[in-house]
Nanobody, 121 residues
């Protein structure tokens, strides 16, 4: 399974971004896809995880009002829509795949390369 994360960039506070995670696998529907982020000097933390049936696990309750995860199995792509971005959202955002949703990043077998999100005026 190969994952390609994209969509990051530099945005001002209050801006929006949509991250994409393209999954290269003929068995994409067998995997859950999770979004993680890692800010400078901090540990990697789980944000959301979505199953192939659309069930979502939220790991950051404080982001629920601003971040949305969605999945298009036909396009083998998972999205993270981020709105009202804040400077503290600045981080390298990764997508990961495995068979079940888990909070601990160490347990995921497959990772994308990460896409940088910088929120600054």
């Amino acid at each position: 399974v190969q994952l390609q994360a994209s969509g990051g960039g530099l945005v001002p506070p209050g801006g929006s971004l949509r991250l994409s995670c393209q999954v290269s696998s003929s068995m994409v529907s067998d995997y859950v896809i999770a979004w993680f982020r890692q800010a400078p000097g901090k540990e990697r933390e789980a944000v959301y995880c979505i199953r192939s049936d659309g069930h979502i696990t939220t790991y950051q309750d404080s982001e629920k009002a601003r971040f949305t995860i969605s999945r298009d199995n036909a396009k083998s792509t998972v999205y993270l829509q981020m709105t009202d971005l804040k400077p503290e959202d600045t981080a390298l955002y990764y997508c990961a795949a495995d068979l079940v949703c888990m909070k601990n990043p160490v347990l995921y077998d497959y990772w994308g390369q990460g896409t940088q999100v910088t929120v600054s005026s």
